[in-house]
Nanobody, 128 residues
Framework: VQLVESGGGSVQVGGSLRLSCKTS????????VAWFRQAPGKEREGVSC????????YYADSVKGRFNISSANAKSTVYLQMNSLKPEDTAVYYC??????????????????????WGQGTQVTVSS
């Protein structure tokens, strides 16, 4: 199983980016994929999550109304559209997959070992 993030970069406040999490090595049918981020000196935190059975998406309060998660089954890819970016969104963004118990119920909790597969991360920098 592999997860590869892309789409990070540097933007100004108020700008937008779309992150992609390209998955491979498993059938993109029964899954939970979440986005996490980690800023320098801070704990890793859950940002958004989506499952194959519920594609409406789940969000941390800090990004609700600004970020949108979606999936493209034909491409085995999960996207994170990030709008109205703020300096506090600056972080390395990781996607992770839970294929054993695919659920978004606990993605906001720091139980990172529950997510069996991780990407390498992509840097997002928002400058004022």
């Amino acid at each position: 199983v592999q997860l590869v993030e892309s789409g990070g970069g540097s933007v100004q406040v108020g700008g937008s980016l779309r992150l992609s999490c390209k998955t491979s090595g498993f059938t993109f049918v029964d899954y939970a994929v979440a986005w996490f981020r980690q800023a320098p000196g801070k704990e890793r935190e859950g940002v958004s999550c989506i499952t194959s059975s519920d594609t409406s998406g789940y969000y941390a309060d800090s990004v609700k109304g600004r970020f949108n998660i979606s999936s493209a089954n034909a491409k085995s890819t999960v996207y994170l559209q990030m709008n109205s970016l703020k300096p506090e969104d600056t972080a390395v963004y990781y996607c992770a997959a839970d294929l054993i118990y695919p659920s978004c119920t606990y993605f906001l909790e720091p139980d990172f070992e529950a997510w069996e597969h991780w990407g390498q991360g992509t840097q997002v920098t928002v400058s004022s």
